[in-house]
């Protein structure tokens, strides 16, 4: 992952845990933390609540920006397809 004007980037890897359609993904990322997200309709709007595993390298203020920024971007995939 690499930031838009290029001022810093990362290694971001992991394996799908477990997946169930439209309801709920589990990731084991490469340096053994886990995310948890849950997706939840409502009409035409769906809510997705993510957990995460803070590492120790980053303030877990930080890392909450990154995932939100993460989520803000997929937001912007899925509303354009």
Known sequence: MAARDESFSFDFSGTFVQITDKKHIEILLDDNRNVW???SESGNKTTVV?????ENE????LQQTGWQMI???FKKHAESI
């Open 37 to 39: 997200l849950d997706f």
């Open 71 to 73: 989520l803000n971007n």
């Open 58 to 61: 980053n303030t877990p203020e």
């Open 50 to 54: 993510e957990k995460f595993e803070a």
